[in-house]
Every structure is written in structure tokens, then in C-alpha cells.
């Protein structure tokens, strides 16, 4: 199954995009995956393949690991790109989690958002993903297990192996004679996916040979019918859905029937690719959070992210978007900023525009300065007669409280030009047909 057409097919169904970044890692999965994209695109000028290693601290960047990875790169003729993902210590995710939202976070800073980046997740992979989410107590959207195409972020992720099973993977490996590293902490059954791959399936598989086709067969029929589902949903999503910044409205939530409010709370959380919530967890943001006084600022904590209220709006954010932002210096200099910068859980990139963002005659020769709220700062927001306090402008555009000092303010020569995904202070705002540069926060 693992042919030259097969693969051009399946790619060709899930982007157009022509530049492909291989994740390897060094294992007998991604080397399959990586040989099999050489294999079949590296005739074809229309594809550009490229591969990016996520330096995380176990075995697999191990320097014999990734000596490994730059040979099969300097084999292949292909450009090899290692960036470090740097861990939070927040512990109230797994290991797992963080390990995750650390890589993702690096491919954002290092992706551009015209290429797409591929895993080489596979079919015991999905079945693994569905158990534990079963075993959290998700419903027919966490059973889904993980697409073959989903959008996080900046970025978009392929899985275009996740119907093939590890034998088959095995079979190609020996077939063309791959050679690739184990990591030694994929048998450390402390995590838990180790444990379901170790301890768990193989239990199952003795009892019931035939369970993981059928498991992996069961997520196919679960992606059928929440495709249909979304499609009714869609309608009343959009109807409390407020997309400037990404909220629910409270009332209109609270007019719904309780069984819609949480098939759109469902939905709006499946969106921003995070965890579902169990009827634990809904029956909590109804009670807790939703029916709260209005003047009250709740706020509830699931799996890797937090739900909060301010006001007449539900809001949601990953918790180590939250702890990374606690984080940020206080002052960082951004000397090229015509290329991306990350900054805790941000990723800052410059977008030459006309007539719009700050005048790009300002930034010429010179770096920025970017910087937090302190106290005290003012601006005069294009179309406002009188420079007013940051605090109050903040204030009247209903920035939450938790909020409002994590904003990058965009300063040249120690003078406020910016505040990130809100204004542009006057004199510095382009004007009608001059160049421009936007500021887009992700």
C-alpha cells in the first residue's frame, strides 16, 4: 500500500501546498515517512521536501540521533532544520501534554503559513488516541481520534499514514533496508500512552485479535457522523459566536436548551483543537461559570486549558498560553522584524501592507522595542482628537483584567507606536496610499 501513487493521491487530497516539512524524530515511523516523501516527490520540481526536528531532551537528540537524521538529509539532498522546544513547568498538564504543546508551539515560530508539516502517525497510534479518550469520557468528538488534516494554529498538520497499520510500516522499513533509532523513553510506561501501547492493547489484542481494526474502523464511522453533526451545529455556533476574539456570548448561550449550549460549547473548543470536555466538565462551565454574577470574573480548569467568563463572554485559553505569558520579560528587542519572533506562547510576524499599520518610513534602520502595560502609558488611537491612558482604552474595549498586561506595546525610540491587534498610535499610522507594516499576533 505504501506506493509512490498511493502517497501522491492521499497528499494531493489533503493540500495544495508544495513545500513539505517531514517531523523525524529518527524512528522507525518517520523514517518511513520521510523516505517514502523522497521517494515519490524529489523527481517532481512541484514539491519541495524538507524536514525539521524538535530537540526535546530524551534519546532522540541524542547526537548520534540527529547525526542520523542530517545523514539521511545529506542522502537525500533535502534541508534539515533542528529547533529546541523548550518545556513550561506547569504541572497541571502530563508530561504528554506539555511535551506536545511545546512542540507545537515551536513549529508555529518555524512553519510559514503557506507549507504544511507532516507526522507519521499510524493506525495503532489512532487507536491508542481513542482508548484514552474513552477513557476520559468523551463523547462521539474526542472519538474521532486524530485527523489526517487539521489546522493548529499557524499551522497545518498532515497525517497522511494514519491508515496503515505499524506492520506494514515494519514490512517497508525492512523492504528498502531503513536503519533508524528507538527511543529509549517510549518504554517508559510512567506515561500513559506507553502504557495503553505495552500494557493495555496488547491484552486486548490477545483477547480480541480483530479490536484494532475495529476501534480504528469505529473512529472512521465517529468522524462520519460529527461531520454531520457540525454541519447542524455550525448554524447555532455562529449565532453566539463573536470571531474578533474568538468568545461565546454568556446570554445567548444561557437562552439555549442545555443539551445545544453544550453541543456548542463542544464545538467551539473543537475548533481551537483543544481537548473535549466530559459531562463533568460541561455541567461545571454551566453551573460555575456561565450562571456566575455578571460582575463576577470565574473560571474553570480542563485538561491543558482554561474556560473564563468577563462580563457577557466566554473565553478560552491553553494553560501554557496563560503561564507562558506570567513569564515574558518585561522589555525585548526585536532587531529583525521583518522575520517571525516568538515570545512566549506569541508569535509576532510583520505584513507589508499599504495604507494601513504603522508607517513603514518609522522603522526604517531601526529595531523595535517591544514592551508590557506598567502603569502610566498613553496613546492616541488613529481617529481620536486626544491622546487617553492605556488603562482606559483597555477598559472601554472590554479587555479582560487577566489580559491586559500580556498585550505587546510597540515602542521606536521610546515612543509608544502600537499596542498589538488593537491601535496604532497617531502620528505613526500609515496613511491612504502609503507603505505599511501590520503586526499580527498569533
Known amino acids: 500500500m505504501l506506493t509512490k501513487p498511493w502517497f501522491t493521491q492521499e497528499i494531493q487530497k489533503l493540500t495544495t501546498a508544495k513545500t513539505l516539512w517531514i517531523a523525524c524524530s529518527g524512528g522507525l515511523d518517520s ?20 524536514v525539521i526536528h524538535i530537540a526535546e531532551g530524551h534519546l532522540h537528540n541524542s547526537p548520534a540521533v540527529i547525526a542520523h537524521i542530517q545523514s539521511l538529509c545529506m542522502l537525500y539532498n533535502i534541508d534539515f532544520k533542528i529547533i ?19 512542540r507545537l508551539r515551536a513549529l508555529q515560530a518555524h512553519i510559514p503559513n503557506d507549507e ?15 482508548l484514552m479518550r474513552l477513557f476520559r469520557g468523551s463523547g462521539i468528538q474526542g472519538m474521532q481520534g486524530m485527523r489526517k488534516r487539521q489546522v493548529i494554529g499557524s499551522i497545518t498538520v498532515l497525517r497522511p499514514l494514519l491508515d496503515i497499520t505499524y506492520g506494514t510500516m515494519q514490512e517497508y522499513a525492512k523492504t528498502y533496508e531503513l536503519q533508524w533509532y528507538d527511543d529509549s523513553s517510549n518504554l517508559d510506561q510512567v506515561f ?21 481494526s475495529s476501534i480504528h474502523a469505529f473512529a472512521k464511522l465517529c468522524q462520519e457522523e460529527q461531520q454531520w453533526l457540525d454541519e447542524i451545529i455550525e448554524a447555532l455556533f455562529l449565532t453566539v459566536y463573536d470571531k474578533a476574539d474568538n468568545t461565546l456570548c454568556v446570554s445567548k448561550l444561557l437562552a439555549l436548551p442545555d443539551y445545544k449550549c453544550k453541543a456548542v460549547i463542544r464545538y467551539w473548543l473543537s475548533q481551537a483543537s483543544l481537548q473535549m470536555p466530559n459531562k463533568n466538565h460541561l455541567a461545571i462551565i454551566i453551573s460555575e461559570v456561565l450562571q456566575a454574577k455578571m460582575d463576577a470574573v470565574p473560571r474553570v480548569k480542563i485538561a491543558n486549558y482554561e474556560i473564563r467568563r468577563y462580563q457577557d463572554k466566554l473565553y478560552v485559553y491553553p494553560q501554557s498560553v496563560m503561564l507562558d505569558l506570567k513569564k515574558l520579560p518585561r522589555e525585548y528587542y526585536w532587531e529583525q522584524w521583518e522575520e517571525k519572533l516568538v515570545l512566549g506562547a506569541w508569535v509576532l510576524q510583520t505584513v507589508l501592507t499599504t495604507g494601513k499599520g504603522i508607517a513603514k518610513h ?3 534602520n531601526k529595531a523595535i522595542t517591544i514592551r508590557f502595560r506598567q502603569g502610566g502609558e498613553k496613546c492616541q488611537p488613529a481617529g481620536r482628537r486626544h491622546s487617553h491612558s492605556l488603562k482606559k482604552l483597555l477598559q472601554e474595549a472590554n479587555i479582560p483584567p487577566w489580559f491586559r498586561d500580556t498585550i505587546p506595546l510597540i515602542y521606536i525610540d521610546n515612543h509608544l507606536v502600537a499596542v498589538v491587534g488593537l491601535w496604532v498610535c497617531d502620528p505613526f499610522l500609515a496613511k491612504k496610499d502609503e507603505m505599511g507594516i501590520e503586526i499580527k499576533i498569533t
Open 116 to 130: 504544511v508539516i507532516l507526522f507519521a502517525h499510524h493506525a495503532r497510534d489512532q487507536v491508542e488516541t481513542c
Open 362 to 364: 518609522w522603522l526604517d
Open 192 to 212: 500513559d500512552r506507553n502504557y495503553m501501547r505495552h500494557t493495555i492493547l496488547p491484552n486486548i489484542i490477545n483477547r480480541w485479535p480483530q479490536a484494532l
Open 31 to 50: 523514517t518511513v515517512l520521510l523516505h517514502l516523501a523522497v521517494q515519490t516527490f524529489q523527481e517532481l520540481s512541484a514539491y519541495v521536501i524538507k
Open 84 to 102: 529546541p522546544a523548550l518545556l513550561n513547568t506547569d504541572k497541571t498538564v502530563s508530561p504528554e501534554e506539555a511535551e506536545r504543546n511545546a
